[in-house]
């Protein structure tokens, strides 16, 4: 396969038209437990006059609009928030805890993800997490894929993970020409892996939330392209596992990529988009150094990391 080394092609690549990008989920304000309408946040915001206002007051405030239950409204003890932050990470539980009880076991820090993915509008980020709670609960039942359950997949052995960024973030490297629509396992199957891949690049990552993917896709060709899979792939991305990716490197690039990157690109949101780099194979090994030490570059691109297939990690 002819790869393409010339900077328009990164240009073409990362351009694209978002126009046909569905706009986000709007919250179901109807939504109820034991009967009870459940409170718009606007209106329990309009309860907090500033970001500077205490925790009393903020709480004798919320009393107004809340029965004796919806009184113990638990502030957030993020550490490295700011005020604004905190105050609407609080809304956000009371919100999901009111659609969902089950919210009340969740973190901080999961909660925190979807409300950053909504740029803090608390009603979106609400709507966003009951609908994860209800896609976990469908897809994932037992709250992980096990390796049994996606053999097929593996068997491609096009998912791999090893090393760190500067920043302490997981790699994890996909080879897009090993892909081949699974005829077994079908499009779930692939699903699976995905979500067997994030998994394990979050666990890997200790403390650190964000994971870092590179994708090659030298060899890659019609019969490797997966529409479908991709866009099954966004989704879980964007919309289950929010403000996990750190940053995503598409490598080796063919120009026969462009006419499939056209139909995913306006599915892709802001914030996804800000975060993909499209690289030239003579800039290859000096932008990963950008982000990546030497020692934690994948031994094919000139790094000393061995590469770990997936199921071994």
């Known amino acids: 396969m002819k790869r ?35 409170p718009n946040a606007n209106d329990i915001i309009m309860l907090s006059t500033s970001c500077n206002t205490t925790t009393s007051t903020y709480q004798d405030r919320l009393k107004q609009a809340s029965s004796e239950k919806e009184k113990q409204l638990r502030r957030s003890d993020v550490d490295d928030g700011n005020e604004v932050e905190r105050t609407k990470l609080s809304l ?37 997490f009951v609908k994860y709670l209800k896609w976990r609960a469908a897809f994932v039942p037992k709250g992980y894929i096990s390796a049994s359950e996606i053999a097929n997949e593996m068997e491609q052995n096009k998912m791999f993970l090893q090393g760190t960024d500067r920043q302490g973030r997981p790699v994890a490297l996909v080879f897009g020409a090993r892909h081949f629509q699974n005829k077994i396992g079908g499009l779930d199957e692939f699903k699976q892996i995905y979500i067997y891949t994030c998994r394990s690049a979050c666990r890997m990552g200790g403390g650190q939330e964000k994971f870092v993917v590179i994708g090659d896709l030298e060899g890659w060709g019609y019969a490797n392209s997966d529409i479908r899979g991709y866009l099954a792939a966004l989704n879980i991305l964007q919309d289950y596992y929010p403000e996990r990716l750190g940053k995503l490197f598409i490598v080796h690039v063919p120009y026969v990529f462009m006419a499939v990157w056209k139909v995913v690109c306006p599915f892709i949101d802001t914030n996804t988009r800000k975060k993909i780099v499209f690289v030239e194979n003579k800039n290859l090994k000096s932008t990963l150094l950008e982000d990546i030490d030497e020692s934690q570059i994948p031994d094919i691109y000139g790094g000393k990391m061995p590469l770990v297939p997936i199921h071994e990690t």
């Open 4 to 38: 393409e080394d010339s900077n328009n092609t990164a240009d073409k690549l990362i351009s694209c038209s978002s126009s046909n990008q569905e706009p986000p989920a709007k919250t179901n304000n109807n939504n109820n437990n034991n009967n009870k309408e459940v």
């Open 92 to 128: 956000l539980r009371y919100l999901a805890e009111r659609q969902d009880p089950s919210s009340k076991d969740v973190d901080d820090a999961t909660l925190r993800r979807f409300l950053r993915a909504r740029d803090l509008d608390v009603e979106k980020a609400a709507a966003m």
